[in-house]
């Protein structure tokens, strides 16, 4: 601490305040922690990821340390054990810290090590979820989605308060971490918030179910090949009051899933063509992003990497360099997707429908058809 300017004591300049609250109530506290422990592994040669500032990478010779720094818990990896051992050393010689050895737990994240892979998933906290709804003697269903809205007698009560509707949908986000197989259900759910109808409890529930007799799924990360391939689709005017489209997108490195976003789009789409594309440059967008992790982390890949589409008008529209009077409104999008097909960053390929994958982040499934996509995105329980 120190004084601050225009009112230091010129015959006290060392004194301070005594700080009599604890520095967690500090809304400035996490800020500063993270300058104050940033600067020092500046100072030690880490550099600041370009993709993530909460990354930090250290490049010397053969030796590469990743830092992760989420407030005051630390994740460390790296492929010398010594010079990790001796970074340990410098930073508690500099902070009060403790090392808990190999991460086993991380932000509730559970990670499994096996000598082939490590698998990735959140059971303890999705069993607090189950008991926060009350439901752990319900029975589970197979499926989080349905293809209706469920039918509501006159004497229908909801099956959640608003404060728990609130409070379960907020733990269903940070679940999803691990578990794209309810990304569309919460993000359909997250958009009743403010005023969830009978219905929407009656979805919750169900979805709160499903996740009962899948709790141990999670998702494995394994060795394999360094390929890259994004899975991206829409679905046109899915939303029946706004007619906004959804898009989907997902991204495997090898066989591990890396990536995969649902969202609404911001505005209408006036074809499906349209809304695939808006997808499509969303997904462009994160297919970058991860190739400039991989190139921090010096990880060779191969360029250019392939985009899945099940839309050929889509495609045609992409490799078609004239700009007509019906595409102007995308113009933004498509020269983006455009320009990076140009420079060999990706390369758009057309998919059947049967096979793509990020269909289950778009629309609800039916239950033979989402079990296949479910086990294509590699979600699964630990062996």
């Not at 979805?207 to 009962?212: E, N, R």
């Not at 394999?224 to 898009?247: E, I």
């Not at 049967?354 to 294509?376: E, G, H, M, N, W």
């Amino acid at each position: 601490m120190k004084q601050p300017k225009g009112f230091e004591d010129s015959a006290y300049p060392n004194h301070v305040y005594r700080l009599r609250k604890a520095i967690y109530g500090l809304r400035q506290a996490p800020r500063q922690w993270y300058t104050t422990f940033t600067s020092y592994l500046l100072k030690l040669g880490f550099t600041h990821s370009q993709a993530d500032p909460s990354l930090l990478l250290l490049h010397r010779d053969r030796i590469q340390i990743y830092l992760l720094v989420y407030v005051d818990d630390i994740l460390l990896t790296g492929n010398d054990t010594k010079t990790m051992t001796a970074l340990v050393n410098q930073l508690k010689s500099q902070f009060t810290m403790k090392d808990l050895g190999t991460a086993h737990q991380f932000l509730g994240l559970r990670i499994d090590t096996h000598p082939d892979k490590y698998f990735m998933s959140q059971s303890v906290y999705a069993q607090s979820i189950i008991n926060i709804a009350e439901l752990q003697k319900c029975n589970s269903v197979a499926n989080p989605c349905t293809n209706k809205l469920p039918v509501i007698s006159s004497d229908a009560v909801p099956c959640f308060s608003l404060p728990v509707y609130r409070q379960l949908i907020g733990s269903l986000q940070y679940l999803t971490l691990t578990r794209p197989d309810i990304a569309y259900a919460v993000n359909m759910l997250s958009q009743h918030m403010h005023k969830p109808e009978i219905q929407h409890t009656i979805l919750l529930k169900k979805l709160i179910k499903y996740i009962k007799g899948t709790i141990a799924f999670g998702l494995p990360i394994t060795r394999s090949t360094l390929l890259l391939r994004t899975f991206s689709d829409a679905d046109w005017a899915s939303d029946p009051l706004t007619r906004k489209s959804t898009s989907g997108f997902c991204t495997f490195l090898g066989n591990t899933l890396v990536s995969w976003t649902v969202k609404k789009q911001p505005t209408v789409s006036r074809s499906s063509t349209e809304s695939e594309y808006r997808a499509l440059a969303s997904a462009t967008a994160d297919t970058i992003w991860i190739k400039r992790l991989l190139v921090e982390f010096r990880i060779p890949h191969v360029s250019p990497v392939d985009i899945f589409c099940d839309n050929t008008s889509t495609i045609t529209l992409a490799n078609n360099p004239v700009f007509h009077a019906r595409t102007k409104h995308i113009e933004i999008d498509q020269r983006f997707v455009r320009d990076h097909i140009q420079t060999g960053t990706i390369r758009l390929l057309p998919i059947c429908t049967v096979d793509q994958v990020a269909d289950i982040l778009t629309k609800p499934l039916a239950t033979k058809r989402f079990q296949l996509l479910r086990s294509k995105l590699t979600i699964t329980q630990d062996a």
